[in-house]
């Protein structure tokens, strides 16, 4: 079994910050990409950053500049450090994974989503 667990949405002032964190767990023996994607309300999922075993990272336009994506191997975490955040920002965050889990399958995950709400 593989599991992808975000945490640190929140609710935040306009200009604040928020960190995301994404730790995967379970029978892991490689991990190939990390990214996070987002949905608001009424709209589709897109993508906001990945970042892949090699460390070359890419951001959606809308985010550049502002939100940082980083990673730990030894703790199959990914990050996402979110600055200068504006209300359009305003979605359920998700996590994401390709990785080569339980007998070298190598599959794409998700977590179940963390909310993210900026609003003064």
């Known amino acids: 079994q593989v599991q992808l667990v975000e945490s640190g949405g929140g609710l935040v002032q306009p200009g604040g910050s928020l960190r995301l964190s994404c730790a995967a767990s379970?029978?892991?023996?490689?991990?190939?990409?990390m990214g996070w994607y987002r949905q608001a309300p009424g709209k589709q999922r897109e993508l906001v950053a990945v970042?892949?075993?090699?460390?070359?990272?890419n951001y959606a336009d809308s985010v550049k500049g502002r939100f940082t994506i980083s990673r730990d191997n030894a703790k199959n975490t990914v990050y996402l450090q979110m600055n200068s955040l504006k209300p359009e920002d305003t979605a359920v965050y998700y996590c994401?994974?390709?990785?080569?889990?339980?007998?070298?399958?190598?599959?794409?995950?998700w977590g179940q989503g963390t909310q993210v709400t900026v609003s003064s």
């Open positions: 994401n994974a390709d990785l080569a889990g339980p007998g070298w399958a190598v599959k794409n995950y």
């Open positions: 970042i892949i075993s090699g460390g070359s990272t």
């Open positions: 379970g029978s892991i023996f490689s991990i190939y990409g």
